[in-house]
């Protein structure tokens, strides 16, 4: 049984286009708790696939939520490291499509336990513009993306693409030469920040998301740089006091935390 979302999620404003239709299945609860994005490669190496598993299981025991894509490989060891009662699945399908088959087991558990979401009509089978929009979503509803490995002109390259014109920090696991090409080219451009320790790193992240949930509805509403037009049509007495006291900038149409 499929539902859908009746209320705007304040993470996809940072969307080049909010999308007209959400569908979901499972509990809506885990929109409302600290969340990480994790993407990566559909054939990981085995150094890959040890520490996305590592790494998204301690970042859900410290209280963090797991974003991903359900397809073969790092997202769906991210989905199982974080268990299915704290990872978000975002479908490049119908709601009721389990994309891929192999990871159908997978998603069913997740939709029981956790939560997915799909902005596609139900019956709808996956295509490859599809998984453009499902990327999008995925670092959207993420403070951080993580990107444990990818080659270059990889969808998961679309992602970063995606996580630096919404200015989501950027984190990826330090490889071996010859090995995860591209962000290794991101730690060279300065795009991203290399994860030397993951008990440091998910204490630092987790503590953050802990502090934002503290966030008033405002600051929450903010941090995902809405419109100018969006924030005065919620917080018309917020925005005006903000902008008097230097809190925030607006720029371009748009409205950013200082």
């Known amino acids: 049984?499929?539902?859908?979302?009746?209320?705007?999620?304040?993470?996809?404003?940072?969307?080049?286009?909010?999308?007209?239709?959400?569908?979901?299945?499972?509990?809506?609860?885990?929109?409302?708790?600290?969340?990480?994005?994790?993407?990566?490669?559909?054939?990981?190496?085995?150094?890959?696939?040890?520490?996305?598993?590592e790494l998204s299981k301690k970042l859900s025991l410290s209280g963090m939520v797991i974003v991903s894509g359900a397809a073969l490989?790092?997202?769906?060891?991210?989905?199982?490291?974080?268990?299915?009662?704290?990872?978000?699945?975002?479908?490049?399908?119908?709601?009721?499509?389990?994309?891929?088959?192999?990871n159908a087991e997978l998603i069913e558990a997740i939709e029981k336990r956790g939560l997915t979401i799909s902005p596609f009509e139900r019956g709808f089978d996956a295509r490859e513009w599809s998984f453009v929009v499902r990327n999008e979503i995925v670092v959207a509803l993420g403070d951080v993306l993580i990107v444990t490995e990818a080659d270059i002109d990889s969808g998961s390259m679309r992602s970063v693409e995606y996580a630096l014109a919404m200015k989501k920090p950027i984190y990826v696991l330090p490889h071996r030469l010859r090995e995860s090409a591209a962000t290794r080219q991101l730690l060279r451009d300065g795009k991203a920040e290399?994860?030397?320790?993951?008990?440091?790193?998910?204490?630092?992240?987790?503590?953050?998301?802990?502090?934002?949930?503290?966030?008033?509805?405002?600051?929450?509403?903010?941090?995902?740089?809405?419109?100018?037009?969006?924030?005065?049509?919620?917080?018309?007495?917020?925005?005006?006091?903000?902008?008097?006291?230097?809190?925030?900038?607006?720029?371009?149409?748009?409205?950013?935390?200082?």
Request: charged letters at 25%; hydrophobic letters at 40%; one cysteine or more.
């Open 1 to 53: 049984m499929s539902n859908t979302i009746h209320f705007d999620i304040p993470e996809l404003f940072s969307m080049k286009r909010y999308p007209e239709k959400l569908s979901y299945r499972g509990s809506l609860d885990l929109l409302h708790r600290p969340k990480i994005s994790i993407v990566g490669t559909r054939r990981p190496n085995p150094y890959t696939r040890s520490i996305t598993l």
């Open 73 to 102: 490989g790092v997202d769906a060891i991210a989905h199982q490291g974080a268990g299915a009662e704290n990872t978000i699945a975002v479908l490049p399908s119908g709601i009721d499509v389990h994309y891929p088959a192999a």
């Open 194 to 258: 290399a994860i030397d320790d993951i008990d440091i790193f998910v204490a630092l992240v987790s503590q953050k998301g802990r502090n934002a949930m503290d966030d008033s509805p405002f600051f929450a509403f903010c941090r995902n740089a809405p419109t100018y037009e969006e924030v005065l049509a919620k917080f018309p007495k917020d925005i005006f006091e903000a902008e008097l006291n230097g809190i925030v900038e607006v720029r371009n149409g748009r409205v950013y935390l200082e």
